[in-house]
């Protein structure tokens, strides 16, 4: 059966290639030869034309492409209240191509006044949609899980349970923000989970202090507490994956390590899931997964241009469907195709044939 409220059958994860002028556009910026509103005025036109693109090829949510970031995630976590961003250098490596060492810190108490810029880029979004908008942030655990003590000073933060709390909190009131101004399809890109099934990544934080096997609970509760005053018709889901930069990748392992705790102690309704490659594991994990809850499988990867076949990805959704109802999966590709400005190494026209793909299997599918 089709359904009717996100996430859809055809579905994807957020964001897409940065076309030519966009990048130019930035490039003039960043070397100073247009203004500020120039750029804007560049972003909003090619933002309109990449939402039109979404609907015509018949995915019914849209997104900005996230075409004002840099970065899936700095942007936004280095716009919250008492959070800093700067140059550093990298602890937790990419398998080939690294990206600009940008870090985060705290530089303050965590602010709760819901003010955020990319509240506006959601409106963008609505207004200018006819698709249902959805909105792309990271997970809370962002904030911590690269840098742990580090990012957060002992002046500021003596008890690390009080940056937890407020952490939650702050995204508490950005998340209602978005509430407010109409947002009813969030999602919360949650890489540390899926890090926390990789042996290597699990050594790095028990290395450094923290304790690989308490880490995901302490980040379900921030992220119950970032989602815990939203209405009731807004669709709450999450994206799992292991690092996604110019088609290279940081971790690998089965969601087993963590399963339990991520379908069952967050109050999360859909989850979109890593799984073009053996780095993601088997299904079994999927027996986890409540009734109530909703599995988006991305099976065709946004790494390559290599298009899947029909065939090939529906014996991998009958695969998933001995763990989990059909009924309660959908399909997607296994991550944006740009998490940063830089654009994963394929080409615009690959990236729709993929996306036309997804399309065409979830109507053969489920109708």
């Known amino acids: 059966m089709p359904r009717t409220k996100p996430p859809f059958r055809a579905d994807h994860v957020g964001s897409l290639l940065r076309p030519a002028a966009l990048k130019a556009a930035r490039g003039k910026r960043e070397r100073g030869e247009i203004s500020a509103a120039e750029l804007a005025a560049v972003e909003d036109r090619e933002i309109e034309k990449v939402i039109r693109k979404q609907e015509d090829i018949g995915l019914r949510s849209v997104t900005d492409g996230e075409f004002r970031r840099a970065f899936w995630n700095y942007d936004f976590l280095g716009k919250l209240s008492g959070v800093e961003v700067y140059l550093g250098e990298r602890k937790i490596k990419f398998q080939g191509r690294q990206p600009k060492p940008m870090m985060l810190r705290v530089i303050g108490k965590l602010g ?41 000073p002992a002046s500021i933060y003596p008890a690390m349970d009080d940056f937890y709390r407020d952490l939650g909190e702050s995204y508490r009131a950005v998340v209602r923000a978005f509430a407010d101004a109409g947002c009813r399809y969030l999602q919360l890109d949650e890489v540390n989970f899926a890090y926390l099934c990789d042996p290597k990544l699990r050594a790095f934080v028990a290395e450094r202090g923290d304790d690989p096997q308490t880490l995901p609970h302490i980040y379900a509760r921030m992220i119950n507490a970032a989602i815990s005053d939203v209405p009731a018709d807004m669709t709450k889901a999450m994206h799992l994956c292991r690092g996604n930069f ?70 991998r959704i009958d695969e998933a469907a ?26 615009e026209d690959e990236q729709w044939a993929k996306l036309r793909r997804i399309v065409e299997v979830a109507d053969e599918v489920w109708g």
């Open 246 to 315: 110019q088609s290279s990748f940081v971790a690998s392992g089965g969601y087993e390590p963590v399963a339990e705790i991520l379908f069952n102690e967050i109050d999360i309704d859909a989850y979109f899931m890593e799984y073009d490659s053996d780095r993601a594991g088997g299904f079994e994990p999927l027996r986890f997964v409540p009734k109530r809850k909703i599995v988006v499988l991305g099976l065709v990867t946004s790494k390559s241009g290599t298009l899947e076949s029909k065939d090939a990805i529906k014996r």
């Open 322 to 347: 001995k763990f989990v109802e059909l009924e309660q999966l959908c399909l997607s590709p296994q991550c944006g195709f740009a998490s940063s400005e830089e654009g994963n190494i394929l080409a």
């Open 112 to 152: 709760a006044d819901g003010a955020h810029p990319m509240t506006e880029h959601f409106k963008f979004v609505a207004a200018h949609a006819k698709a249902m908008p959805k909105m792309t942030i990271p997970s809370p655990s962002s904030l911590h899980f690269r840098y742990g003590r580090d990012a957060v």
